[in-house]
């Protein structure tokens, strides 16, 4: 699972590519910052608490912070994307101008699809923001800086003249989206299939059937990932106990929590917390 921007770090650039069938396995978390991310070419699944929704070549997603989300394949063929995370201080004089709301409501549209004219446009002002990454000096923040001030304007310009956001997912899977926005709210009561499907208003059977078809991973497979990547987030704050994250993301004891920990990140709870410092 990809950890957040290191310390001092304002500004992070990738482009990922990945063979068929790969996905994510766990849940990313957005915590202090905030992220765009391009596809380039393939398909995708998008899970988040709020929606669930496919991403094809050309879109693009905005992250707001404090958000999770988890991508699983859609299709047989790779898929390459473009991730851009970033903080505040890369982007708080640009939201003086233009507004956070503005932002905002961009990440509200979920995907957003440029016109051919807009798509080169953009690839143009991220292969720009690759070549600074990959040379990366002391002054290339300040560059970088402005070349995401210019892909943020410009998709607000975009979507002002004509660009659409892509549709979500068809009303009869909403059953996905509700069960796993239930799951990532109930972690401390460690929701089960049966549970979740009543509260949900679904059969349990169905349930089941829907997460193999589309996550490609069993309802119980699901629910520990996230209980990790909850627990992962928590481990960075020093003032919660062990004790105190094994019983917000619902697991028995302190040693359950630790094996389970250590089998999905190759590090114990106290390690992981080392490791990045909290």
């Known amino acids: 699972m990809p950890l957040p921007l290191k310390p001092g770090q304002h500004f992070n650039y990738e482009r990922i590519i990945r063979q068929p069938h790969y996905e994510m396995p766990a849940a990313e978390a957005y915590t202090d910052f905030y992220g765009i991310s391009y596809m380039v070419r393939g398909e995708r699944l998008i899970c988040s608490p709020s929606y669930t929704?496919?991403?094809?070549?050309?879109?693009?997603?905005?992250?707001?912070?404090?958000?999770?989300?988890?991508?699983?394949?859609?299709?047989?063929?790779?898929?390459?994307?473009?991730?851009?995370?970033?903080?505040?201080?890369?982007?708080?004089?640009?939201?003086?101008?233009?507004g956070i709301e503005s932002y905002e409501e961009l990440c509200a549209e979920h995907v957003f699809?440029?016109?051919?004219?807009?798509?080169?446009?953009?690839?143009?002002?991220?292969?720009?923001?690759?070549?600074?990454?990959?040379?990366?000096?002391?002054?290339?923040?300040?560059?970088?800086?402005?070349?995401?001030?210019?892909?943020?304007?410009?998709?607000?310009?975009?979507?002002?003249?004509?660009?659409?956001?892509?549709?979500?997912?068809?009303?009869?899977?909403?059953?996905?989206?509700?069960?796993?926005?239930?799951?990532?709210?109930?972690?401390?009561?460690?929701?089960t299939l049966d549970k979740t499907a009543r509260e949900?208003?679904?059969?349990?059977?169905?349930?089941?059937?829907?997460?193999?078809?589309?996550?490609?991973?069993?309802?119980?497979?699901?629910?520990?990932?996230?209980?990790?990547?909850?627990?992962?987030?928590?481990?960075?704050?020093p003032t919660l106990s062990i004790t105190e994250i094994a019983a917000q993301t619902g697991f028995s004891s302190n040693s359950y929590f630790s094996d389970c920990f250590k089998r999905n990140t190759g590090m114990t709870p106290i390690q992981f917390r080392k490791h990045i410092g909290g």
């Open 200 to 237: 949900i208003h679904t059969s349990a059977s169905n349930l089941s059937k829907t997460f193999i078809h589309y996550l490609h991973t069993p309802f119980s497979t699901f629910v520990l990932n996230e209980k990790i990547a909850c627990s992962q987030k928590l481990l960075a704050d």
């Open 53 to 98: 929704t496919i991403v094809k070549a050309g879109d693009m997603l905005f992250i707001p912070r404090d958000d999770y989300r988890r991508t699983t394949f859609f299709s047989n063929e790779p898929y390459e994307h473009i991730l851009i995370k970033f903080t505040d201080s890369m982007v708080e004089e640009l939201f003086d101008v233009i």
């Open 113 to 191: 699809r440029f016109g051919k004219s807009g798509q080169e446009k953009a690839l143009t002002i991220m292969e720009d923001m690759e070549r600074e990454w990959n040379s990366y000096n002391k002054y290339s923040e300040l560059l970088l800086k402005g070349l995401l001030h210019k892909l943020i304007i410009l998709c607000l310009r975009e979507r002002s003249i004509g660009g659409a956001n892509a549709q979500l997912l068809d009303k009869k899977h909403d059953c996905l989206a509700n069960a796993i926005n239930y799951v990532k709210t109930h972690l401390h009561e460690s929701p």
